[in-house]
């Protein structure tokens, strides 16, 4: 088991002719992910190293029979590709776009939400998911990803941010710790996927045995998480916030990494997650090492 | 990214939303010819993009041109909260009955537009959180549903803003939203919002946020990334393309990735040191881009040490640390170097930037994020 994504999810990648899409595409099919068809309009006949291509999401779904979509394509052309992608029918949608404009992202968000409910959208501006050694979607190194063990414990890691996302990982291979399934949430203001969404599918996923969470300043995304823990996750967790020392008013970066107001502060996000019973450390190494501590009592 | 008052004016005046005459003078002859054109009497407002300009003497009331002198020449070149004032707007005079608040956002947890509307206004919008909390109506707005003119009257209603004002707060409410969508705001925000004895409705002040996101549609907005206030820093890591904050410390922080960025400023701070900056270099961390981002660090004269932080995923370890030797050799640093690398064929990399005869002094190499920031810490000492 693994969650969203396993050995079994056929992928397509809108923008597959594109820089971003070809290369990404091409390495998430080495790794092993079933990538079945790209879509680029008015390229249909095509095929990239031997995935064929079409004209719409539409024909690529009834050519291939995918389930899954990688969209790889300019923050302009984002929104129209995921709105695509649900009409066809497509029940997860990886959106690696980054710079899509955040109204963009709210009307795309409720439309999925009334015409789409069945379509789960990660993204955008993530780093996509990885079930190590079955499915990889995105723009994740696959080799730093330690494989789940047949016995377990395994853990299921949720990040906002790109390489922490990674960094998460590596810590985990360091420590010899198998990996269920990592997702890239994306630190946007409107992420499709949260993560109570990632939470609550790590708690039913029974080769899930632990979590890390990796969080950071801005908005009330771990503020909720935590919250959720508290009723509904049983699971052990660590977690790290990023961003104690960010200056209020000043954007790290990511869209929606700001604290203002006197709102979003790690420090908060830190204090919440400590009440919901989560091991929280100062770094992403010490959040790796309070991960293992858990892995070896539950061994 | 921030607009000046003067410019959130002109920005809701094209949405139709009414806002007073006026215009932005640098000098105190450009405004006595602004304010001949607003018509006595008028205000004379600080542009500065911080709270409390009221307190600090930054407005001001002028009957005539003599005031009109005295007031811009006080006020331009003022400090306000370590803001510079480099311009003032001059506005026609408005009468005012009562004050109320408007703003629109999008509330991320919710991930729907929230309106909040107060018939208090004047005052900054958390003191009337904290005292009166009921004073604020909050509504929340789907966004592929928008905001009716029947919905902006009964959210106006609900905010007990006084039945001679509602048709004319709804009418600028229904504005305002479409300011906010249509224009990309992060922040559409009107305090005050007056009612004048007349029964005109009139924004008399204007702040706005703009979604960078989404500057491909509007290319109307260079003109205020012109105006932006960016230290000298900061405006070279623009030019070269890096995201880059200026802070006040001593230790110069590279990294690849927001977070791992923000991260490494975490562990700075943890081990006892301050970061000079936040530089995310991106994925690519190849040779052009670590030079750019040297440069930048180079030019700050705080800085004491430098830590690059390194995560390889798909960029090679060796790549990066190619890049690091070239740039390196590029640049004549004032101060030494210490570099994590990590991740994918980090081993290499590690051993390319032993072998490539760049003295200790300059730079060393350590295996982890926390040994690396206390290295470079100790150096800032």
Redesign the interface.
């Known amino acids: 088991m693994a969650i969203f994504v396993d050995q079994n999810t056929k992928v397509i990648v809108q923008g597959l002719t594109g820089g971003q899409g070809r290369f990404h595409g091409l ?1 998430n099919r080495a790794y092993g992910t079933q990538v079945v068809g790209g879509v680029t309009p008015g390229k249909a006949g095509q095929d990239v190293e031997g995935i064929p291509v079409f004209d719409s999401v539409e024909d690529a779904v009834k050519a291939t029979g995918a389930t899954a979509s990688f969209i790889a394509v300019p ?2 052309a984002a929104p129209a590709a995921i709105l695509e992608a649900a009409r066809a029918g497509i029940g997860f949608v990886v959106c690696i776009t980054e ?6 992202e ?2 795309v ?3 999925l939400q ?1 015409d789409y409910p069945v379509t789960r959208l990660l993204g955008p501006n993530c780093p996509g998911i990885i079930s190590p050694g079955k499915c990889n979607i995105g ?3 696959g ?2 990803a330690q494989l789940p063990s047949a016995t377990g414990p395994n853990v299921g890691i949720v ?9 998460a990982l ?1 810590e985990l291979k360091q420590q010899g710790i198998g990996v269920s399934t990592c997702v890239g949430i994306g ?1 946007d ?2 992420p499709g996927t949260s993560f109570v969404d990632c939470l609550a599918e790590f708690q039913a996923d029974p080769e899930t045995h632990a979590i890390i969470m ?1 969080g ?2 801005g ?3 771990e503020e ?1 998480a935590a919250e959720f823990i508290t009723k509904h996750v049983t699971k052990p967790m660590s977690a ?1 916030i ?6 209020a008013g ?8 700001i604290v203002s ?1 006197g709102k979003g502060t ?1 420090q908060g996000k830190m204090d919440a997650l400590r009440m919901a019973g989560v091991k929280v450390g ?4 010490e959040a790796g090492s309070l991960m293992a501590e858990i892995v070896h009592s539950l061994r | 990214m921030d607009l000046f008052e003067y410019q959130g004016k002109q920005y809701f005046a094209k949405y139709n939303i009414p806002v007073s005459a006026g215009g932005v003078a640098h000098t105190v002859d450009e405004a006595l010819v602004e304010a001949e054109k607003a018509l006595y009497p008028v205000v004379v407002k600080a542009q500065v993009q911080v709270g409390g300009r009221g307190k600090a003497g930054g407005i001001k009331l002028a009957n005539n041109a003599e005031e009109v002198r005295l007031h811009a020449g006080n006020i331009l070149g003022m400090d306000i909260k370590g803001h510079l004032v480099k311009r003032v707007w001059i506005e026609h005079a408005s009468d005012i009955a009562e004050e109320y608040y408007a703003s629109f956002t999008l509330d991320r947890a919710a991930k729907q537009h929230l309106l909040m509307l107060s018939a208090q206004g004047g005052v900054e919008i958390e003191v009337v959180a904290e005292r009166d909390p009921s004073a604020i109506v909050k509504l929340h707005i789907n966004p592929i549903e928008g905001l009716s003119l029947a919905t902006a009257r009964q959210a106006a209603v609900d905010a007990k803003i006084p039945v001679q004002a509602l048709d004319g707060v709804a009418d600028m409410l229904v504005k305002l939203y479409e300011c906010f969508t249509k224009g990309d705001c992060d922040l559409a925000e009107i305090n005050p919002l007056i009612l004048k004895p007349t029964g005109e409705v009139h924004a008399l002040d204007a702040k706005v946020s703009l979604d960078v996101n989404a500057s491909f549609r509007h290319p109307e907005w260079e003109e205020y990334a012109a105006t932006e206030e960016l230290d000298a820093r900061e405006q070279l890591a623009r030019e070269k393309g890096l995201q880059y904050i200026g802070l006040d410390g001593t230790v110069g922080i590279i990294a690849n990735g927001a977070g791992l960025a923000m991260s490494t400023l975490d562990v700075v701070n943890q081990v006892g040191g301050s970061a000079a900056n936040f530089l995310d270099i991106g994925g690519g961390a190849n040779a052009e881009l670590m030079t750019a981002a040297l440069e930048v660090i180079n030019s700050d004269a705080k800085v004491k040490s430098i830590l690059i932080n390194i995560f390889g995923g798909i960029t090679r370890g060796e790549e990066v640390a190619k890049g690091i030797v070239e740039a390196v050799k590029r640049v004549s640093l004032r101060a030494p170097i210490v570099i994590r690398l990590d991740g994918t064929n980090a081993e290499e990399g590690r051993k390319i930037l032993a072998d490539a005869g760049i003295p200790d002094s300059q730079l060393t190499s350590r295996p982890t994020m926390l040994e690396a920031a206390r290295a470079a810490v100790a150096l800032a000492k």
């Open positions: 390495r923050p302009k710079g899509v404009p955040a109204q963009d709210a009307r968000f409720a439309t009334r723009i994740t190194a080799e730093i990040s906002r941010s790109g390489t922490l996302t990674y960094q590596y630190g203001p409107v990796i950071e300043i908005g009330s995304a909720e790290y990023a961003g104690v020392t960010a200056p000043k954007k790290m970066g990511h869209a929606g990494a107001g790690a100062l770094n992403p190494t």
